[in-house]
């Protein structure tokens, strides 16, 4: 069982970013997802949650109105898309796994990608 | 419901037991989750539910606690766990991490 992460990289402030996570040796649809980022010598923040279905999400205040959350059953794939992306957004992000149905801790994490906000 | 770690730090002898603290600043039952971060790794579960060992966590782990006051211990400190903690509640939208409790040797 992983959870494995991508799309990280340096992006303008303003500017937009896709991240991807994608489990293996289990399925998108019974699982909830979590993304939790780490700023550069800070703490765990956690930052957004899909629901196993889709038809739940959770934002972080933080990050409310500029990320989105979504799911794509025929690539077994979920997305955090960034959009109005500010230099304190700059951080590590995690995937996490976590129960179906929402609050709930994380057992798998991904292995993070950085995503830095700078011009 | 903000979660408060102490100490921020706290220096053990390897084999020597580490009692690290968390509080939550409202009730939260025994929805929380205990993690170990080593640098430059993604965090690991240890417990959650307050008390139980997530799979392949060794028995030197045990968390205890309920309401707004927890703890986790660690006996017989070995090499790789001096690390960073984290206490993470569940019981209510948003989740949220204490600061963390560097463990050092």
């Known amino acids: 069982v992983q959870v494995v992460e991508s799309g990280g990289g340096v992006v303008p402030p303003g500017k937009s970013l896709r991240l991807s996570c994608s489990p293996f040796?289990?399925?998108?649809?019974?699982?909830?997802f979590h993304w939790v980022r780490q700023a550069p010598g800070m703490g765990l923040e956690w930052v957004a949650f899909?629901?196993?279905?889709?038809?739940?999400?959770k934002y972080a205040d933080s990050v409310k109105g500029r990320f989105t959350v979504s799911r794509d059953e025929s690539k077994n794939t979920t997305y955090l898309h960034m959009s109005s992306l500010r230099p304190e957004d700059t951080a590590v992000y995690y995937c996490?796994?976590?129960?179906?149905?929402?609050?709930?801790?994380?057992?798998?994490w991904g292995q993070g990608t950085l995503v830095t906000v700078s011009s | 419901i903000v979660m408060t770690q102490s100490p921020p730090s706290l220096a053990v002898s390897p084999g020597a037991r580490a009692t690290l603290s968390c509080r939550a600043s409202?009730?939260?039952?025994?929805?929380l989750a205990w993690y170990q971060q080593r640098p430059g790794q993604a965090p690991r579960l240890l417990i959650y539910?307050?008390?139980t060992r997530a799979t392949d966590i060794p028995a030197r782990f045990s968390g205890s606690g309920s309401g707004t006051e927890f703890t986790l211990t660690i006996t017989s400190l070995q090499p790789e766990d001096f690390a960073l903690y984290y206490c993470?509640?569940?019981?209510?939208?948003?989740?949220?991490f204490g600061q963390g409790t560097r463990l050092e040797i």
């Open positions: 409202q009730a939260i039952s025994r929805n």
């Open positions: 899909v629901r196993y279905d889709g038809a739940l999400k």
């Open positions: 996490a796994r976590g129960l179906w149905f929402g609050e709930s801790h994380f057992d798998y």
């Open positions: 539910a307050a008390s």
């Open positions: 040796g289990f399925d998108l649809d019974t699982f909830g």
């Open positions: 993470q509640q569940y019981n209510g939208w948003p989740l949220t």
